[in-house]
DNA sequence: ACCTGAACACCGTTCAAGT
DNA sequence: ACCTGAACACCGTTCAAGT
């Protein structure tokens, strides 16, 4: 009984072309080189060299795709500090690192911001870190969420302003309509980028002295 | 000589069917009743009565009909109380009617996020108004834009927080993942808008604090 | 000036057919 | 199991043709 012969066709089983982790890194590569509206399933496809339709036999919608994006993307932001840093230091550090890491990947924010933590264990985990860092500095255990929460919106929305094009603030022929605004604008760093980050930084600083006022500084 | 006669043909001028007023309208009332998805150039047009093509003799792009929306809307941002309150509760204010805006229209913050100041004549009255309030209340000229900045990003991130699905910490199959967090989510309010809510009002709170404290209490 | 109808160049997604 | 090629149901946008 040739009991050991299976029912793929002799020879070397040709292995799949695709996968989902060659998938990601495709899509990542497509992203970081052009813009976000540059990865259509054709374009990745084509990176990949296999046509459109093989990659829903990988991933179940663009959508999906995206979520993979954010899961790998996701590895990248730091929480490390927690286990070294006072709460409110590691608290800075992670959300700088947050807003670095979406600032190139504001189209995600819209999916990631959504998202049901259940489908994105690495999510999960940092959000375990995080919450376990400040359960340790003695943050209410009903408030640790809503913390993670606030820092999570200044993040998201700090990450869209420091992708906005150089002259956002730049009120054109209508100077006459805002004269106090327009001076205040002319006073920020010339660079967008430079400006932006003073913003958020300002805001970061702000919220979490707040925090600390409200709950000790210990 | 005739010289009254124009070369318009006789008898009463058919007023053209559409509007930059009436279009917006429209749209508006699509998104108020349906989702945002539902919100296409063709919808639109079935709307109105005419034809998709019609719509492009008065706007030029989907873009341009969504800053229009943003327009339309912003108008019903409050920023009354910088004029009647101390700064501290106007900012406060202005951020909670500014977020609820835009929980319903969150699609728009993509827009609005990275629109010049320019092509929104609404948004820079708004901004006038914020920047004269914190200006007069004391605070350093250059850097009232960068508190503008950074209150309007905690708005746009908590206006997708509160937008988020029911479930969105809970962590399914996953919670051996993260027992600190899982335990800390279920210890939120069961009703997602209230959790969110809270928890913007948390980060707002303490944001505005931390100001108070760095530019003084006047 | 303003509207219609047809066309264009894309999208994401599905599916029968092959191996 | 995994891939191809063709097709589908949409998108936003353009444009010649009409009034």
Redesign the interface.
């Known amino acids: 009984m040739s009991s050991q012969t299976t029912s793929r066709p002799r020879g070397r089983p040709s292995a799949p072309v695709l996968s989902r982790e060659r998938i990601t890194r495709a899509a990542i590569r497509i992203v970081g080189t052009r813009d976000y509206r540059h990865l259509t399933m054709a374009a990745l496809a084509r990176e990949l060299g296999v046509s459109t339709s093989a990659l829903y036999n990988h991933v179940s919608s663009k959508r999906d795709l995206l979520v993979m994006i954010q899961e790998s993307l996701n590895g990248e932001i730091d929480c490390s500090s927690f286990e070294t840093k006072p709460w409110h230091e590691a608290l800075w550090d992670w959300a700088v690192s947050y807003r670095l890491c979406f600032i190139r990947h504001?189209a995600l924010?819209?999916v990631m911001?959504?998202?049901?933590?259940?489908d994105s264990?690495r999510t999960?985990?940092m959000?375990?870190r995080v919450?376990?860092g400040l359960?340790e500095a003695g943050i209410p255990?009903?408030?640790?969420?809503?913390?993670i929460?606030?820092?999570?919106?200044?993040?998201?929305?700090?990450a869209?302003?420091a992708?906005?094009?150089q002259?956002?603030?730049?009120?054109?022929?209508?100077a006459d309509?805002?004269?106090?605004?327009t001076?205040?604008?002319a006073?920020?760093p010339a660079d967008a980028r430079t400006?932006?980050d003073?913003?958020?930084e300002?805001?970061?600083?702000?919220?979490?002295?707040?925090?600390r006022?409200?709950f000790g500084t210990a």
Do not use: C, H, K, M
Request: proline share 8%; glycine share 8%.
């Open positions: 504001t924010i819209p911001a959504v998202l049901p933590v259940a264990p999960l985990e959000y375990e919450t376990r359960d255990e009903d408030q640790t969420v809503d913390v929460v606030g820092i999570e919106a200044l993040v998201f929305g700090a869209y302003d992708s906005a094009p002259n956002i603030f730049d009120p054109g022929g209508r309509l805002a004269p106090v605004f001076r205040a604008a006073r920020r400006a932006a003073r913003a958020f300002l805001a970061l600083g702000a919220q979490i002295a707040g925090l006022a409200r």
